[in-house]
Structures are given as C-alpha cells and as structure tokens.
Nanobody
C-alpha cells in the first residue's frame, strides 16, 4: 500500500523558515519523481515544486522560486521542502504527491497534507 505522510507544518512569522518532510512507503521511492502541491484557504490547488527520480533536476513555481528548496533522501524514503523567507501568502495546506514516473507527468498518490500558517 502506497503511503505518504507529511509533517513539519505549523505557525511561523513572516520572514521565517520551516522544513516540511514527507515519509513514503509502498513503492520504490528513488525511481519516481515527487512533487509538493499546496492549497491556500478558499483557493484551488497550486503546484509548488518537483524533483525527478534519483535526485535529478528540480522545478519550482514562480511564486516560490529562490525561497523554497525541494530535496530528497532516497535512503530514508523522505522528501523535503525547505521554505525560507515565508510570506503570509504561503499559508496553505501542503501536500506531498507521488508522480507517475521518474519525470512528473501526473500525480497518482497524495498525502493528507500538513498546514502551514504564516502570520504575525
């Protein structure tokens, strides 16, 4: 059974930093691209970032580029999202999602999400 479990969310002040983690099981983690997707209150889903299988190239949404860093530890079956320079508009539920292959042409499994609140 594929499982993705996010953690690390919480409340932080503007300008602060936080790191999200996503521990996965039930599939060969290193072979698959992974993504972070977020949903702000009352808004739709927004893709945030992706990393190719095996720690390959990364991509970021324009809204987070230069502030967020996606990474993975294949030995620990864990995906990370380091978030710096947080803004109130980063407030959202953050979801870890598995891509369908080593490159991300679609998402097939999602975690339940972790809430980040950025507020003074």
């Amino acid at each position: 059974e594929v499982q993705l479990v996010e953690s690390g969310g919480g409340s932080v002040q503007p300008g602060g930093s936080l790191r999200l983690s996503c521990v996965v099981s039930g599939f060969s983690f290193s072979r698959y691209a992974m993504s972070w997707v977020r949903q702000a209150p009352g808004k739709g889903l927004e893709w945030v970032s992706e990393i190719k299988g095996g720690g390959g190239p990364t991509n970021y949404a324009a809204s987070v580029k230069g502030r967020f860093t996606i990474s993975r530890d294949d030995a620990k079956n864990t995906l990370y999202l380091q978030m710096n320079g947080l803004k109130p508009e980063d407030t959202a539920v953050y979801y870890c999602a598995k891509c369908r292959s080593g490159s991300c042409y679609g998402l097939d499994y999602w975690g339940k999400g972790t809430l980040l609140t950025v507020s003074s």
